[in-house]
């Protein structure tokens, strides 16, 4: 049972205040053997989706997590795959696997009828360079699963700023509710970002570069030391994080009750 339902019959006066609070402090809890507890109630109760990390599983664990979501929530969204556990939901799921973003690594397994509801709610996502797409991508994939309508300009780095200005200013036209930008090397996109624009901007460093720093230390410290106001950070390559963040900020910005 998950909280709504909780929820609802305790408003009909089929439950007391004292079972309802017992069931919600274990509803959306399942557990699977000894290796996973699933947090299905989550998108009901946070408005951000369970997310799979796939890493680290064996592609037999990644199975029955994805088929115990499907059972629950109708869909599980996963990420960091590789290719044997791609090969394995591919194998278990067959046209269920919804989307398969090998970019992003990440993967969405749906049964029919359970595609995120649009919100209204605007996110625009820019990458600094070619190399930080995969990062960004998995922001836009979380984006569109929370019910986001997501604009994208990759590319669009300081080393030609000027490629900057007309898919901004096309973003802010459309009303977006925030902004995620993906940078490495040097990380200073995102500053320049939130100085022009009047949404929260998303700091996205990622593990691209040359050298010392070249594994996103650089890009993070640099977003973390920005002097522009509007700014927050997520961890290196958090694209799933990132995507997380803007779409509540996106979200509420048009759902404010």
Not at 216 to 231: H, N
């Amino acid at each position: 049972m998950n909280t709504r339902e909780i929820l609802e019959q305790l408003a009909a006066g089929e439950l007391s205040v004292d079972e309802a609070q017992k069931r919600l402090s274990l509803a959306g809890i399942a557990a699977l053997d000894a290796f996973a507890r699933l947090d299905t109630d989550r998108h009901a109760r946070k408005g951000i989706p369970e997310v799979v990390y796939a890493a680290g599983k064996t592609p037999e664990q990644l199975v029955q997590i994805c088929e115990a979501l499907l059972e629950q929530t109708g869909r599980a969204i996963v990420s960091g795959l590789e290719d044997e556990r791609w090969t394995a939901l591919e194998k278990a799921f067959g046209e269920l696997v919804s989307v398969e973003n090998r970019e992003a690594r990440m993967a969405v397994v749906r049964q029919h009828g359970c595609e995120p509801h649009a919100t209204g709610g605007i996110l625009g996502i820019l990458s600094a360079g070619t190399a930080d797409i995969p990062v960004a991508e998995q922001a836009r994939t979380v984006a569109v699963e929370m019910g986001c309508e997501v604009l994208t300009a990759y590319d669009v780095g300081v080393a030609g700023v000027h490629r900057l200005v007309e898919p901004l200013t096309g973003m802010v036209d459309a009303g977006i509710g925030a902004l995620v930008v993906a940078a490495g090397m040097e990380g200073a996109l995102p500053s320049v970002v939130a100085g022009l624009v009047p949404v929260p901007v998303i700091g996205l460093p990622t593990s691209t570069g040359y050298g010392l720093g070249g594994q996103g230390v650089t890009a993070l410290l640099t977003m973390l030391q920005s002097c522009c106001p509007g700014l927050v950070v997520v961890n290196i390559d958090n694209g799933v994080g990132a995507g997380a963040t803007g779409a509540l900020i996106a979200n509420r910005s048009v759902c404010p009750d």
